[in-house]
């Protein structure tokens, strides 16, 4: 399944974004959906993820309080809600799927989007 990530930009520190993660053609309805970033010079890390029950798992504790994530099942899509956006939350961010529940491997995450810029700066 190939994932459209969509939604970055350019915002100013204490604002919001939402991003938002496609599967043309696939429901996202049974899959776990994770968010992961990658800052400039750093390695990827895990953000959050939706279990395919609608839990909610926290990888990053920075993003605690700030961000969310949900479903559309009407527009078959996923979103990652960022308020109180902060400097260090600049990264590319991607959307993935994983069968079943989250995991905070990336291995266990099988199908990923292209990535969206996020770049929270004044």
């Known amino acids: 399944v190939q994932l459209q990530a969509s939604g970055g930009g350019l915002v100013q520190p204490g604002g919001s974004l939402r991003l938002s993660c496609a599967a043309p053609?696939?429901?996202?309805?049974?899959?776990?959906i994770g968010w992961f970033r990658q800052a400039p010079g750093k390695e990827r890390e895990g953000v959050l993820c939706l279990s395919e029950s609608d839990d909610i798992i926290y990888y990053s504790d920075s993003v605690k309080g700030r961000f969310t994530i949900g479903r559309d099942g009407a527009k078959n899509t996923a979103y990652l809600q960022m308020n109180s956006l902060k400097r260090e939350d600049t990264a590319v961010y991607y959307c993935?799927?994983?069968?079943?529940?989250?995991?905070?491997?990336?291995?266990?995450?099988?199908?990923w989007g292209q990535g969206t810029q996020v770049t929270v700066s004044s």
């Open positions: 993935a799927t994983a069968p079943g529940s989250c995991r905070p491997e990336e291995y266990a995450f099988n199908s």
């Open positions: 053609g696939f429901t996202l309805d049974y899959d776990a």
